[in-house]
């Protein structure tokens, strides 16, 4: 049973006119100990030793304990606190420490407007309830730590740090205003549960340096740089969390390792979902939604897997870039001002079961021999140019992929190449496949309909190999080849009542055509006139004519004379 003790300003018979007093008294009985406060204000720094609860007697705020020196509350033992405020101000010193055993603060508010607020040091036990911290942070070193209902307001460095070896759960907590991050998480572990992180200044939530963090059900809204950020080989999972207008909704680079399922990324300022310096993320059943630049972006070596992602009202959808690497399933990509689709920079992705419906474009590829795409049965729709543009060095490759209601379907040029198996391409502003500059076309079982210019298209020097491919109703026709743009046409059908059947160049081999339209003769490009050349055995070469020109040979002395229309030179 405990021993009772009264703190009161007022004193009486058997009260103490200040905790301290209190205290000693219950420490010289080695009895557990309840000390009742009555409200006031008592200007005292408080150790507190054994097994010792301290209760505000009017309820949560009536007694408010502050020191301008030292710790306020140093806690060894089993130590309680209900309802106290307690205040410091001294930057070396932590405002609440548990330096061993347990600590639990009940209905508490703790200001620390220069330090630590309150500080779980190595092996000890801290808990938080319905508590309240405002200015300084919550430190959590080599501890363990309960936090469950409590607000943190305004913290001048993070708003709750668990850090060498630390464990703690956070839950149902909202963090607000922090300078830096709302949690950050080092070499330590950490759950966050229900919580809301708000304005922080950094990541709302950041875990480094092989930290073990997993969120789940939380809101993060208005912070200035990543909602979620996890680095330096830190890992962990974020399930069912809302992060809205953050610089990045969530980012994970250095190394370290996420596991992202039902979250929701909107209106972040710049990319919904960021990886990047060899970070490797799944993403599961998510939606980013309206970033100003990027949905989801792998870079410098960070590697994503994504499956049933949806991505509306941004930029670009998705780009993998500079060495990045991807490989994305069940994706919905649509209205949005940019292209849905971007890999470059020796970058390498494979797309499966993507609808990508509204978009400015469809896939772009560009890059050096070591930029490459897969994508396989997925649809283009609505586009404002092109389903699928491959340009520099760059490789993809298509299989079951559908292109409707595009300026024109699928294009290659510069030095790239570009495969289609089985693909579909209809109701086209201009065309449905077109070779340009030195690009690589093949195609096969290729079908075109309803192109208001041609189906198939070789120009410059490219190169075509096309076989059993069905192109209908094109206006203008079938196929059409220009320049130098050489290969083969095998077992084509055109189809239709208007334009040609093939605009020929004589470069491009046609092997089994079936049509009932003309193939036509590419006129030929006509040739300059040949040059004037006077050769003279041991002499110049003119290729023009020349007008007054003097000639010696085998002479040891030369003279040179030029006579201008206007006089005699200077």
Request: net charge negative; with cysteine; charged share 20%.
């Amino acid at each position: 049973m405990s021993a009772r003790y009264l703190v009161s300003p007022r004193g009486g018979r058997r009260g103490h006119r200040d905790i301290s007093s209190a205290l000693a008294a219950a420490a010289a009985q080695r009895r557990p100990a309840l000390i009742e406060i009555e409200p006031g204000h008592y200007e005292e720094a408080l150790a507190v030793r054994g097994e010792v609860r301290l209760v505000a007697t009017a309820g949560p705020g009536s007694v408010l304990v502050s020191a301008v020196r030292g710790t306020v509350l140093d806690a060894c033992g089993s130590v309680s606190v209900h309802g106290l405020v307690l205040t410091g101000r001294d930057p070396g010193a932590d405002v609440v420490a548990c330096t061993g055993g347990t600590l639990a603060l009940d209905h508490a508010e703790v200001r620390g407007h220069h330090a630590v607020s309150v500080h779980a040091r190595p092996h000890t036990t801290v808990t938080l309830r319905d508590s309240t911290v405002v200015y300084g942070r919550t430190l959590f070193t080599g501890s363990r730590g309960l936090v469950e209902r409590c607000r943190f307001t305004d913290a001048a460095d993070n708003a709750l740090a668990v850090i060498e070896g630390a464990d703690v759960a956070i839950r149902d907590s909202r963090i607000e205003g922090s300078r830096i991050h709302g949690v950050r998480v080092s070499d330590a572990r950490a759950q966050v549960t229900g919580c809301e992180l708000t304005g922080t200044g950094q990541a709302a939530l950041a875990a480094d340096t092989r930290a073990r963090l997993t969120v789940s059900g939380c809101t993060v809204t208005a912070v200035h740089a990543e909602g979620v950020l996890f680095t330096e080989q830190a890992k962990g999972s974020v399930d069912g969390t809302r992060v809205t207008d953050a610089q990045h909704g969530v980012a994970v680079a250095s190394g370290a390792d996420l596991l992202v399922r039902g979250c929701v990324f909107a209106d972040c300022r710049d990319s919904g979902i960021n990886v990047h310096t060899a970070g490797r993320g799944r993403f599961e059943d998510c939606e980013v939604i309206g970033s100003g630049t990027l949905g989801v972006f792998s870079t410098t070596g960070g590697v994503i897997e994504a499956d049933g992602v949806r991505i509306a009202r941004g930029n670009v959808g998705i780009a993998v870039t500079d060495g990045g690497r991807g490989r994305f399933g069940r994706i919905a990509i649509e209205d949005l001002t940019g292209t849905a689709l971007r890999v470059f920079g020796d970058a390498r992705a494979v797309f499966t079961d993507v609808r990508v419906d509204r978009c400015k474009a469809g896939l772009e590829g560009w890059g050096g021999a070591g930029t490459a795409a897969e994508v396989t049965g997925s649809t283009f729709r609505d586009l404002g140019t092109m389903a699928v543009a491959v340009a520099g060095q760059a490789r993809v490759a298509l299989t079951g992929v559908t292109a409707e209601r595009a300026v024109l379907a699928f294009g290659v040029g510069e030095e790239a190449w570009l495969s289609l198996r089985d693909c579909t391409a209809r109701e086209l502003g201009a065309g449905g496949a077109i070779a340009f500059g030195q690009g690589q076309l093949v195609a096969r079982n290729l079908t075109v309909a309803g192109a208001r210019s041609y189906g198939l298209a070789g120009r410059d020097r490219a190169y075509v190999d096309v076989a059993h491919g069905t192109f209908t109703d094109c206006a203008a026709a079938g196929a059409s080849f220009e320049g130098t743009c050489a290969g083969r046409m095998v077992d084509c059908a055109v189809e239709g009542d208007e334009g040609l059947a093939v605009l020929d160049n004589g470069h491009v081999d046609l092997t089994g055509l079936r049509t009932t339209l003309r193939v036509v003769a590419q006129p030929a490009e006509p040739a300059g006139p040949a040059p004037t050349v006077v050769n003279h055995f041991n002499g110049p070469v003119f290729n023009a004519a020349v007008h007054g020109a003097q000639l010696a040979w085998n002479n040891t002395h030369a003279v040179q004379q030029q006579t201008n229309e206007e006089g005699p030179g200077p």
